[in-house]
């Protein structure tokens, strides 16, 4: 796989990690005067994304290429999730809630998945019918 296609996968992985923050934020009605406090919630998850989803090979290209590798960035994410929580729990000097891990886990593994799918449709399975 070239560097430009793992260049669109890193960043659209950075960028759902971001709308999955900004969802959380939405989700409380915090968006609006949250500014910079959202950084406490998305550095942790990119962090902890990068740490754990190189070791179960979310951006081999073998593995990208084939449809049935499509859980490794879901579970990465189930993994990286209390790494993120027990980070931004760290940086903040608070406790770690054992549903918000449970919740920003689930939901960032989820929205990876669909961006993952979405990255298999467009740039594999299209690419093979169209060169």
Same mark, same amino acid.
């Not at 740490?51 to 990286?80: C, I, K, N, T």
């Not at 999730?81 to 027990?86: K, Y």
């Not at 054992?98 to 399975?125: D, E, K, Y």
């Given at each position: 796989?070239?560097?430009?296609?793992?260049?669109?996968?890193?960043?659209?992985?950075?960028?759902?990690?971001?709308?999955?923050?900004?969802?959380?934020?939405?989700?409380?009605?915090?968006?609006?005067?949250?500014?910079?406090?959202?950084?406490?919630?998305?550095?942790?998850?990119?962090?902890?994304?990068?740490?754990?989803?190189?070791?179960?090979?979310?951006?081999?290209?073998?593995?990208?290429?084939?449809?049935?590798? !499509?859980?490794?960035?879901?579970?990465?994410? /189930?993994? @990286?999730?209390? $790494?993120? +929580? *027990?980070?931004?729990?760290? %940086? =903040?000097?608070?406790?770690?809630?054992? !549903?918000?891990?449970?919740?920003?886990?689930? /939901?960032? @593994?989820?929205? $990876?998945? +669909? *961006?993952?799918?979405?990255? %298999? =449709?467009?740039?594999?399975?299209?690419?093979?019918?169209?060169?």
């Amino acid at each position: 796989m070239n560097t430009r296609r793992v260049t669109i996968l890193i960043a659209g992985d950075i960028i759902t990690l971001g709308l999955v923050t900004a969802y959380g934020f939405t989700s409380h009605n915090e968006l609006g005067s949250a500014g910079w406090r959202m950084l406490t919630t998305f550095l942790p998850l990119v962090v902890a994304w990068i740490l754990v989803s190189p070791h179960l090979g979310v951006f081999e290209a073998a593995r990208l290429s084939d449809f049935r590798q !499509l859980w490794r960035p879901f579970w990465a994410m /189930v993994l @990286a999730g209390p $790494l993120a +929580a *027990w980070l931004r729990g760290a %940086w =903040l000097k608070t406790s770690i809630v054992p !549903l918000f891990v449970l919740i920003i886990s689930g /939901v960032s @593994a989820l929205a $990876l998945l +669909a *961006w993952r799918f979405l990255f %298999w =449709l467009i740039f594999i399975r299209l690419r093979k019918g169209y060169g």
